[in-house]
T-cell receptor
Framework: NAGVTQTPKFQVLKTGQSMTLQCAQD?????MYWYRQDPGMGLRLIYY???????DKGEVPNGYNVSRLNKREFSLRLESAAPSQTSVYFC?????????????FGNGTRLTVT | AQTVTQSQPEMSVQEAETVTLSCTYD???????LFWYKQPPSRQMILVIR??????QNATENRFSVNFQKAAKSFSLKISDSQLGDTAMYFC????????????FGKGTTLSVSS
């Protein structure tokens, strides 16, 4: 089982460039999430999708957009990258958005914006 | 809004010893859930243990146990008989008992286990 797959693993962007981080899960999970991890800040929720067809803002949504393309895929787009968006991005999924559905995380995408 | 605070950025322990990681949280909810996740150098996030707030009994998973104090809004993780493989960053996390919500994480504690 692949679990949660994120692409790319590494990316360097120049300020103002755009890109889309891809995430796919093969566990038939309903809920998917995007977090960013920064030193000393822990994981902060950017956006999440409790079920196919719905998306909601998390703690730090500014500068990002998301698309729940289908049940498997949840992409994160940076329209105009800024150095403040340099971070490690994690996609996660869970069977449902309830407590008894532990999160399954991808291996992360390390993004550097220069 | 809910917040999760981990006041220990770094901890270290010797193999076979016991270590306790602290976590406090702030919420006005009565029903909620608490979690500890582990992130080793591989960056993979692994669920260690979880606790339902309505349960008074502290959760245990092998060498991992929690001390849940609801009134004090405290949720500490105890690791007994520490092993080198326990070296990782540990995150405390909170979730409301409400459909369509997501986990809120603390900033993490880096634990180093040495021989």
């Amino acid at each position: 089982n692949a679990g949660v797959t994120q692409t790319p693993k590494f990316q360097v962007l120049k300020t103002g460039q755009s890109m889309t981080l891809q995430c796919a899960q093969d566990m038939n999970h309903n809920s998917m999430y995007w977090y960013r991890q920064d030193p000393g800040m822990g994981l902060r929720l950017i956006y999440y999708s409790a079920s196919e067809g719905t998306t909601d803002k998390g703690e730090v949504p500014n500068g990002y957009n998301v698309s729940r393309l289908n049940k498997r895929e949840f992409s994160l787009r940076l329209e105009s990258a800024a150095p403040s968006q340099t971070s490690v991005y994690f996609c996660a999924s869970s069977e449902t958005s309830s407590y008894n559905s532990p999160l399954h995380f991808g291996n992360g995408t390390r993004l550097t914006v220069t | 809004a809910q917040t999760v605070t981990q006041s220990q950025p770094e901890m270290s322990v010797q193999e076979a010893e016991t270590v306790t990681l602290s976590c406090t949280y702030d919420t006005s909810e009565n029903n909620y859930y608490l979690f500890w996740y582990k992130q080793p150098p591989s960056r993979q996030m692994i669920l260690v243990i979880r606790q339902e707030a309505y349960k008074q009994q502290n959760a245990t998973e092998n060498r991992f146990s929690v001390n849940f104090q609801k009134a004090a809004k405290s949720f500490s993780l105890k690791i007994s008989d520490s092993q080198l493989g326990d070296t990782a960053m540990y995150f405390c996390a909170f979730m409301k008992d409400q459909a369509g919500t997501a986990l809120i994480f603390g900033k993490g504690t880096t634990l180093s286990v040495s021989s």
